[in-house]
């Protein structure tokens, strides 16, 4: 049953990935191109840092010091996510009303989460480069006065495809 939970969920992002190549065999240029000019406006935006998988493999391995914020909703964290990330869900359209962009939880849940030191390292991710969870959520701790964030745009589906391990809580 796990299995097959995780396989849909990677089945369902190839599909959403699938559809984007329009029956190319590659994604066409101007998609690219789109997807990398969108992260680039959000990083300049937003004001952190970005994060490939290996770089945050390393990090993880080397037991840097930090905290690794999921921001997918609960009910795809529990899917996969990587050890150590703790799950704080955030809309992927950013509104710029805590309310809306939050799911559901409050700034001092956020804050708690994060810490008392504004200058400690934060890694946040979400799905993949596509969603803009992981820069809401880099977006409100900067915002909050955090000042060494940085963002993995290509999240959970990056990490499953560079063959890392993840967690499930699907039995």
């Known amino acids: ?33 789109a997807v990398a000019l969108k992260v680039a406006k959000e ?3 937003g ?4 994060l490939s998988v290996a770089d945050m493999k390393k990090m993880i391995d080397a037991k840097e010091d930090m905290v690794l914020v ?3 909703p609960p009910e795809e964290f529990v899917l996969a996510y990587v050890a150590g990330a703790t799950n704080f869900g955030f809309q992927s359209n950013r509104n710029g009303k805590w309310e ?11 804050r708690k989460l994060l810490g008392p030191d504004l200058n400690k390292k934060i890694v946040i991710y979400c799905g993949f480069v596509k969603c803009g969870r992981s820069h809401n959520a880099a977006v409100w701790a900067k915002e909050m006065g ?10 959970i ?3 499953m495809d560079a063959g890392y391990p993840y967690k499930t809580q699907i039995k």
């Open 1 to 33: 049953m796990k299995n097959q939970l995780i396989a849909s969920f990677v089945a369902t992002l190839a599909l959403s990935t699938a559809t984007a190549f329009a029956g190319n065999s590659l994604l066409p240029e101007t998609a690219t191109e």
């Open 43 to 45: 990083v300049q935006q």
């Open 47 to 50: 004001g952190y840092k970005l």
């Open 70 to 72: 999921d921001a997918h």
């Open 100 to 110: 809306d962009d939050a799911l559901g939880k409050t700034q001092d849940a956020y």
């Open 146 to 155: 955090y000042t060494n964030l940085y963002r993995v745009p290509g999240g």
């Open 157 to 159: 589906s990056a990490w």
